[in-house]
């Protein structure tokens, strides 16, 4: 398959289960990385969701540990929408297009770049211009700290008094503290005059330093920056794609004072002198086709020219209410479907199926060999039957034919769960494993048994994969949503008092200013009316009280977030990581 793609052909995968796509994309980029020329990426793999894809790269993690993964999202929000992305994922997709602008791969570091249906068919901004956006800096360098400062402030950091989450900057004297998307930790730069002493990274909570770090490399984190240079852009190309705005632009209004318009990213080309694909970040790097992907990009390209229509429609008849939405036309932000097409042309392509290929390689059809695992659902349906014993007796005669057996969980829990039932079921040749090398090179008789969010299990000629869902069946998981009255919705708001701190499930925490009356779609509607960090404000419609909850009196000492800002999702990201870390122990 790797000669295949290396001469631009477009070939089918067959009897290639989920799952098993990880070990093919590890063995395609270590074959590719040693037979093809130096490039931003050995490989692209386009996976039809974002859960698909995030899945994807835990596996590669636990299939090729080694691996140099990079991971472009999508943004989470609908074309021509009226918000911003998540602010954590505009970060998240600077940081790879960072990572694809910079750098080749060698035979002995292949890169594979992870994405997305919804993704690829994005424009973004031009390699040039990340490169040039972007900052590095090293103890030593001769370095202003106001310019500095400057330059975080038009690139989506907020300043705030101390340094307590991603997003955030200080300066205090000749020292300044920042929280970068690439670090884990804050990092506090040292300055005597204009010259950088020291870079240490330093502990949110305690403030104390942890480590000497040897460099500093930030990028933005947002695909819209605004700069002098950029709002007087943005200003010239608005008025020629639509005429001189009206008195009721609030987005015109809001980018000529340098001010951040939700939704502002959808109007991104008037930003930037030009954009580019990521095909043009890739290079001439072979394209990997999830299953169902094809029909997933069929359906998006019909979604972005609906959504594209609605907006002109409603303009046009001027229903929208409110601010007018002047949408520009798809293919300035976004790949056509013929577009898309003439970019996959001349590359290597290969589609996943997991039905059997009905064809030979001749005709570009390969055949991986794999299928689906059994599934234990009879026995958990038998009620004279035990599923455990199954299990062990399916493994057991695996491992007679010579395959090797790997049994997965979902967690490190749920991985010593399995691991104590099935060792009190009489199976006491169980080892722990911490990669798939490892599974497969286990001693006779041994079984392996290892970490790995895989839904199904697969089978190879080599190797049989048994994951905790064939065991147990479907993981359950249950939400509750809070559903309230229209006298409690009133009751709530009118608990609530002036100057009050709140947090928004969305945004964060802000200041409760009052009641407001908008009119929307021609109607009056009562709002709450929130203001943030550095004058943002939001105004929440009452019966959506539900989002917030109470943080404070107007005494209470709390630093407001940025409306946009990466600092809250940043929060709630880390929230929810020890979280599972917590249940996986449970």
């Not at 020291?198 to 819209?224: C, K, M, N, W, Y």
């Amino acid at each position: 398959m790797a000669k295949a793609l290396t001469r631009a052909d477009h070939v089918r995968l067959g009897n290639a289960p989920d799952g098993f796509d990880a070990l093919a994309l590890a063995d395609l980029a270590d074959q590719l990385s040693r037979e093809g020329a130096p490039r931003p990426v050995t490989l692209v793999h386009v996976a039809r969701d974002g859960q698909r894809c995030q899945r994807l790269a835990e596996a590669l993690g636990f299939v090729s540990p080694g691996l140099e993964v990079v991971v472009l999202p999508a943004w989470d929000c609908q074309p021509y929408d009226r918000v911003s992305p998540n602010a954590q994922i505009a970060a998240d997709r600077m940081l790879a297009l960072a990572r694809l602008a910079s750098g080749q791969t060698t035979p002995e570091c292949p890169r594979i770049l992870l994405t997305t249906v919804n993704a690829i068919l994005q424009r973004a901004p031009m390699r040039a211009t990340i490169a040039r956006d972007s900052f590095s800096a090293r103890p030593g360098n001769a370095l202003d700290l106001a310019a500095l400062a400057n330059w975080l402030e038009s690139n989506g950091y907020l300043r705030a008094g101390v340094v307590r989450d991603i997003g955030d900057y200080a300066v205090r004297g000749g020292i300044l503290d920042l929280w970068p998307s690439t670090h884990p930790e804050p990092v506090r730069l040292d300055f005597f005059g204009d010259t950088l002493e020291s870079i240490r990274s330093f502990d949110a909570q305690t403030q104390r330093s942890t480590g000497q770090l040897h460099s500093l490399d930030l990028v933005p984190l947002s695909e819209v920056r605004l700069t002098s240079e950029s709002i007087k852009r943005f200003r010239t190309a608005y008025v020629t794609a639509f005429g001189n705005p009206g008195p009721d632009d609030a987005l015109y209004e809001a980018i000529s004072e340098g001010r951040r318009y939700p939704g502002l990213e959808h109007w991104l080309p008037l930003f930037h002198e030009r954009l580019e694909t990521i095909f043009d970040f890739a290079g001439a790097a072979p394209v990997l086709v999830d299953h169902l992907a094809n029909e997933a990009a069929h359906e998006r390209f019909a979604q972005i020219i609906d959504y594209q229509r609605a907006r002109a429609s409603a303009l046009e008849a001027n229903t929208t209410g409110g601010a007018p939405y002047r949408p520009l036309p798809p293919e300035a932000l976004y790949v056509s479907e013929e577009e898309f097409r003439d970019r996959l042309s001349p590359l290597g392509v290969l589609t996943f199926s997991p039905f059997s290929p009905g064809g030979d390689e001749a005709s570009g059809i390969f055949d991986a060999h794999a299928r689906k695992g059994r599934s234990f659902a009879p026995e958990r349906a038998n009620p004279s039957a035990n599923v455990f014993d199954a299990v062990i007796a399916h493994a057991r005669k695996i491992r007679s034919e010579g395959r090797a057996v790997l049994i997965v969980g979902w967690s490190e829990g749920s991985r010593e769960r399995l691991e104590t039932i099935l060792s009190d079921h009489g199976l006491s040749a169980l080892r722990p494993v911490s990669d798939f090398a490892a599974a497969s090179a286990l001693a006779e008789g041994e079984i392996g048994i290892a970490v790995w969010g895989l839904e199904e299990g697969f089978e190879t000629d080599a190797i049989a994969v048994i994951g905790e869902q064939d065991i147990l069946g479907d993981r359950l998981v249950r939400s509750s949503r809070r559903t309230r009255k229209a006298k409690d919705v009133i009751s709530e708001a009118a608990a609530l008092t002036a100057g009050d701190i709140v947090v928004h499930v969305d945004h964060g925490i802000g200041r409760f200013v009052g009641l407001a009356t908008i009119e929307a779609m021609g109607a009056p509607h009562a709002c709450l009316e929130l203001h943030y960090a550095g004058g943002d404000k939001l105004f929440l419609p009452v019966e959506n009280i539900e989002l917030l909850s109470r943080y404070g009196s107007e005494a209470t000492e709390a630093q407001l977030d940025k409306l946009g800002g990466v600092a809250w999702q940043s929060r709630k990201a880390r929230l929810k990581q020890r979280i599972r870390e917590m249940a996986g122990k449970l």
